[in-house]
């Protein structure tokens, strides 16, 4: 009888305290962005998760690790996603198919060399501090954003 009551005050005690937390409070609410406000604005966003949608506009036919997302908007924009782990779920049968993605946003400098040669040995702690140093020096960099997929749904 003593271990029953103290089963039952162990129970009491860990549902009094909250136990497991729910899906629903566990999930993170992700905001939909237009791709537009993203390849414009990717420094505000960039290492954060986002969501997306689109239509799939061109898979990778040499690696198959990537593919182009399109707005569906008036837009002529798109942004390139890196399928990681899920490369096996795409193929080019999808182009023109509509997407939902989800990822990290990520930055890469692709004319982070010319900064080098300006100012050898620089130590840029975050994209946006090279940026600076290299509008500084008077170099315009060429950002080129792109989505780490974490999730995605075929619509």
């Known amino acids: 009888m003593k271990k029953l009551f103290l089963l039952f005050a162990a129970g009491l005690i860990i549902t009094a305290c909250g136990g497991p937390a729910t899906d629903e409070a566990a999930r993170e609410v992700i905001e939909t962005h237009a791709i537009a406000e993203l390849v414009e604005q990717p420094i505000d966003y960039e290492g954060k998760t986002v969501r997306l949608e689109g239509v ?16 569906t908007d008036d837009e002529p924009v798109s942004i390139q996603v890196r399928l990681g782990d899920f490369m096996n779920q795409f193929s080019v049968e999808l182009e023109g198919s509509e997407v939902a993605v989800t990822g990290r946003l990520m930055i890469e400098v692709m004319n982070m060399e010319e900064l080098e040669q ?28 792109y989505l780490e997929l974490q999730a995605f749904e075929i619509k």
């Open 56 to 71: 799939i506009d061109h898979m990778c036919r040499h690696s198959g690790d990537k593919m182009r997302v399109a707005s």
């Open 118 to 145: 300006h100012d050898e040995g620089h130590d840029c702690e975050s994209t946006e501090e090279a940026i600076a140093l290299m509008a500084e020096r008077g170099i315009d960099p060429n950002i080129r954003p």
